[in-house]
């Protein structure tokens, strides 16, 4: 069994927002919220205001809520034990190795913004008379939670890219489109969602590879593990250039305007962060590189497409 020991000599103190910010991951949120307004702006008629503030806050809550659990559930594991390090883009926030935060609070926190993002959909199923947006949110919920937590723990058995492709593609982007009109499901939204979907399973993969030492140490199996290490750099190239294609199924169909082929500018990151992932594999210091350029391209990319869509309104 793992002997768990803090890191007792990182665990210097924090500012109070500096270790909930790093406990939260805020900064990532941008992975749901871009994708969402997407969503939003996908229809053409007005915007329920209180409705967009609501969604907000159920997609805000439930990835926070997300990020704590994943935390935790990789701590309980020992997946974030065999390296205390801290390198910000992988291997969890290590607040806990650090003996910074405790496996409770992490616990008690998800389930704090899990309840928070309930009551932001209880407040849309009002707002919009529809409860078919309850059952969706908690089809979500359940696969959020089941990311990595309790029986299924869907990222130590080969099927969390498929979670995340599906909660930060299609469920966002077709849930915003729901929120404001009361259709579900759209095929408009459908393809609207797939680069979203695919330019994060692309950073999931960019993080599993400097991480798959310790993940295989605490039996958590995912496509890296699968392609093996040395080729991930393939896996990562495919899934990014169907992000790339699919921006451009979506100016075929009018989705989106020729504004968002500028998209197509930012490929030189992805070749760069290729070229470590193939390289460096190793080298957990270079792959934060590979991950920040990943992070970057999929941020810029996702801006474009709303501004594609604000220009367009």
Not at 129 to 151: E, V
Not at 219 to 241: D, E, P, R, T
Not at 266 to 272: E, F, V
Request: aromatic share 12%; proline share 3%; charged share 15%.
């Amino acid at each position: 069994m793992l002997q768990i020991k803090p890191n007792l000599a990182s665990s210097h103190k924090y500012k109070a927002a500096e270790k909930y910010i790093r406990a939260l991951r805020i900064p990532f949120i941008t992975a749901s919220l871009i994708p969402f307004f997407s969503g939003t702006l996908l229809q053409t008629g007005s915007i329920d205001y209180l409705k967009f503030a609501l969604g907000l806050l159920a997609v805000i809550a439930t990835h926070l809520g997300a990020n704590l659990m994943n935390d935790y559930s990789d701590s309980k594991s020992g997946a974030d034990w065999h390296d205390q390090k801290f390198y910000g883009f992988f291997g969890g926030s290590k607040l806990i190795q650090e003996n910074v935060l405790s496996e409770k609070f992490y616990l008690k926190t998800a389930k704090v913004c899990m309840f928070i993002a309930c009551f932001a959909v209880i407040g849309l199923s009002v707002r919009g008379s529809d409860l078919k947006i309850i059952g969706l949110f908690l089809g979500i919920l359940f696969l959020g939670i089941s990311y990595s937590y309790g029986p299924l723990k869907f990222s130590y058995r080969c099927l969390g890219e498929i979670v995340v492709f599906i909660l930060f593609g299609p469920a966002i982007v077709m849930g915003a489109y729901f929120i404001q009109t009361n259709i579900f499901p759209t095929l408009a939204g459908f393809f609207l969602s797939l680069p979203f979907a695919f330019l994060i399973a692309g950073i999931l993969i960019a993080n599993e590879v400097p991480d798959l030492p310790e993940d295989l140490k605490a039996a958590k199996f995912n496509l890296v593990s699968l392609v093996g290490v040395k080729k991930a750099y393939l896996l990562y190239y495919g899934v990014m250039g169907l992000g790339f294609c699919f921006v451009l199924v979506n100016i075929l169909i009018n989705t989106l305007s020729l504004v968002s082929l500028s998209v197509f500018l930012l490929i030189p990151l992805i070749g760069k962060a290729g070229v470590l992932l193939k390289n460096s594999y190793e080298d957990k210091a270079k792959l934060v590189n590979s991950s920040k350029l990943t992070i970057i391209a999929q941020t810029v990319i996702g801006l474009i497409i709303v501004l594609d869509q604000l220009l367009s309104r």
